[in-house]
Structures are given as structure tokens and as C-alpha cells.
């Protein structure tokens, strides 16, 4: 039993790079409070001053050290600006995040969740936030897709953290922020058609992972699954999205805002 022990402990170690797009809800702060709320208020603030009614956002929740070549953010979302009740029953404008979440007890498994700012940024290694702003035209059809309700329905609650974005087996949280996005450009929530537009449109990023730790992810680790490619692994990310936005000339901004204070282009 205690060898059993030991070697889940090493495989969840050595699993810990693959991880890079969990989207586990955050519930212990890395950094002081202080910091996060201040970063929090400043994201928000960025947003406001572009005039983004809905926008895309990402944080990081590991290292940079510990992520795959070309991986800059683990959890991908999107941002509304909408009404906000808070506790005392006063209302308040604010950003809502909509994300799609790996569940508490059950990793291989994921749930719609709204939260904000300051709960999105809450357990990040870093001050770093991916920021991207559609054209009007697409942030109204954003808009319009989550506000029917319309994002449930292109939720697949099987969730593997490298879901290959071209079919509906698995989902991760970048993927389902782009079948909203396309939701919206579309105009429909049929899942065979969503697919087959980005396998037209959309380019993937590979994950540049080893057969062998795939090969163990895909035997012990809940949230990793390769079962839904064929060949080459790759899934949907902050980076490709940016990408796929701009080259189809639906793209406003694409900033990374850093905890000093920079933004930087994309």
C-alpha cells in the first residue's frame, strides 16, 4: 500500500506541468489580498476605459516555469459587464465572469459558474491577466448567447484539460469560451456546426507533452484525456483565440495587463 502511495504521489508530480489550463475554482490565496484586490480593480478599470461591454479573460494559476512551450494562461473566461447585487441588496455596474469550471470532487467533470474580478484572480501565482476585446458586433452577440442562456447548451460537463477543440467528447474552459464566441459569429448553438466552422477557421495550439507522461495522464489522472484525438494533440487557447479573432478582422485589442501596471500588445 505504501508503495501504491508513493507512486501516485510521483505521478501527480509529474503530471503537474500538464495541467497548465485547469480551471479549478480558486479557493486559497497565493498572494496577499491586498494585491489581488488592487489588480482586481485594475483589470476592471483597463476594461471600463476601452469601452468592452464583454470581453475575454485569463489568468495564470501556475508558474510560468511549470507550463508547456507556448502556454501563457491556465484558465480562460469571459466578461460582462452587467448589473451586480451585492450582499447589503445595493445594485452596482461591474463585470460578471462567466466560467466554465472543473467540479470541487470530481476533476473530470465541469460546471457553469459566474463569480468576479477579485474571486477570478484569487488563487493566481501571478499578476497577470489576458485581456481580449472582440469587435462591438461580436461582444453584443456574446452578450446576446449567455444572456438567453444559450451557453448551457454548447456545455459539455466531460472535462479533460487538454480537450481537443474540433469535437464535442471533452471540454476544457477555453474551449467552451470559444464555442460561445462562435455561438455568437454563427448565430447557433448546434454543436455539429460550431465543430466544423472551426475545424475551417480556428488553428488549434499543439501541446508539447511526451507520449509517455500522456500515456500515464491518460491512466491516472482524472482531468487528462487523449481519447477524443487522433494524432497529434493539440486544444484550444488564450494565444489561438486572440489569433483566430484577429485574422478574421474581429479583434478590438489583445493586451496582456501585468500587476505593475504595464500592458503589453499582443
Known amino acids: 500500500m505504501t508503495k501504491m502511495i508513493y507512486f501516485m504521489l510521483v505521478v501527480n508530480l509529474f ?23 488592487v489588480f482586481a480593480k485594475q483589470v476592471e478599470q483597463y476594461a471600463a476605459e476601452q469601452g468592452a461591454r464583454a470581453f475575454i479573460i485569463a489568468r495564470v494559476g ?6 508547456p512551450d507556448g502556454i501563457k494562461f491556465t484558465h480562460t473566461a469571459i466578461a460582462l459587464y452587467s448589473e451586480i447585487s451585492l450582499s447589503s441588496g445595493e445594485k452596482v455596474k461591474g463585470y460578471a465572469i462567466h466560467n466554465l469550471y472543473q467540479e470541487a470532487g470530481q476533476r473530470d467533470k465541469s460546471e457553469l459558474v459566474v463569480d468576479y474580478p477579485v474571486d477570478f484572480f484569487w488563487g493566481v501565482s ?5 485581456i481580449i476585446i472582440p469587435t462591438v458586433d461580436v461582444q453584443q452577440r456574446i452578450i446576446e448567447i ?4 444559450k451557453d448551457k447548451k454548447i456545455h459539455n460537463v466531460n472535462y479533460s484539460v487538454i480537450a481537443n477543440p474540433f469535437n464535442n467528447e471533452f471540454q476544457n474552459c477555453t474551449e467552451h469560451t470559444l464555442n460561445i464566441i462562435n455561438a ?28 509517455l507522461k500522456l500515456m500515464l495522464g491518460n491512466l491516472f489522472v482524472d482531468d487528462v484525456s487523449t481519447k477524443d484525438h487522433r494524432g497529434k494533440v493539440s486544444t484550444a487557447t488564450f494565444t489561438t483565440i486572440s489569433q483566430y479573432l484577429q485574422k478574421n ?17 499582443l
Open 184 to 211: 455568437g459569429i454563427y448565430q447557433t448553438t448546434d454543436i455539429a456546426v460550431l465543430k466544423s466552422n472551426a475545424k475551417q477557421h480556428f488553428q488549434s495550439q499543439r501541446v508539447k507533452i511526451s507520449p
Open 126 to 130: 501571478s499578476l497577470k491577466a489576458g
Open 249 to 265: 478582422d474581429l479583434l478590438e485589442k489583445s493586451v496582456v495587463i501585468t500587476g505593475s501596471g504595464d500592458v503589453i500588445t
Open 15 to 37: 503530471f503537474i506541468p500538464l495541467t497548465y489550463a485547469g480551471s479549478a475554482q480558486s479557493r486559497d490565496n497565493q498572494l496577499p489580498v491586498e494585491q489581488v484586490e
Open 146 to 149: 449567455i444572456a438567453s442562456g
Open 62 to 67: 501556475r508558474p510560468d516555469s511549470e507550463l
